[in-house]
């Protein structure tokens, strides 16, 4: 795997993680980020990997796939319980926190993240075929797992995990996105024989998930249905970043 596409899904992850336990993370900050994010996804999704993916005449039915995408981050919710969009950071500041979410395992959450950060690296592999839609993607992925990596460690923090153990799931979780490059590419160099479709599947389950979150983050992102201009800003800036690429 290239080296750099390693560096960019594993070190950010780490960075915003640790950062945790230096400084605290705000709400609002938190939320910013992942309304710029959310943007950032829609946009790419809709300007860049449907237009590809669905440019091409060998397969009709790509749109199941995108489908199946959707619904795989739609079970990963119940074991991430929102992690991707925020939620347990949320919860975990309010005053009025419902019980149940004390009881909350930081394992499955986790694991849930984890399948979801190795699907979203699989497109990465170098025997992808669309090199420029690979590094915007790249840049999408990164954007995306920073404020789960700050969740996550607010989450192993509030469950009074050892700053030790916390690291190493961190280090577990910035991992998952590199093995599923890997995988990728050794799957697509040993078993398959059309790499265009094998991606092309890749990418529909990818984007299938993207509007899962996407969608989720941008419904979420300001209670109350008040119009918050920082908030506007953010989101039309995360959507008109992936032009900057066409």
Known sequence: ????????????????????????????????????????????????????????????????FVLIGFFIQLLLDFLTKGVEHGHEHVHCECKDTHHEHTKISPIPILIGVCIHSFIEGMPLAENFHIPALKN???????????????????????????????????????????????TSYFVGASYVTNLNDFFDIIMALVVGIFLHISTTILFETEENHKFNMVKFIAIIAGALIPLIHM
């Open 1 to 64: 795997m290239n080296l750099i596409v390693f560096a960019a899904l594993f070190f950010p992850v780490m960075l915003s993680g640790l950062s945790v336990f230096l400084f605290k993370t705000s709400n609002r900050n938190l939320k910013l980020l992942l309304a710029f994010s959310g943007a950032f996804l829609l946009s790419l999704s809709f300007l860049e990997i449907l237009p590809e993916i669905y440019s091409s005449k060998n397969f009709a039915n790509i749109g199941i």
């Open 136 to 182: 915007t993607l790249l840049v999408g992925i990164v954007i995306h797992n920073i404020p789960i990596s700050l969740v996550l460690i607010s989450l192993l923090i509030q469950k009074k995990v050892s700053k030790l153990k916390s690291i190493l799931l961190l280090s577990v979780f910035a991992l998952a996105a590199p093995i599923g490059t890997l």
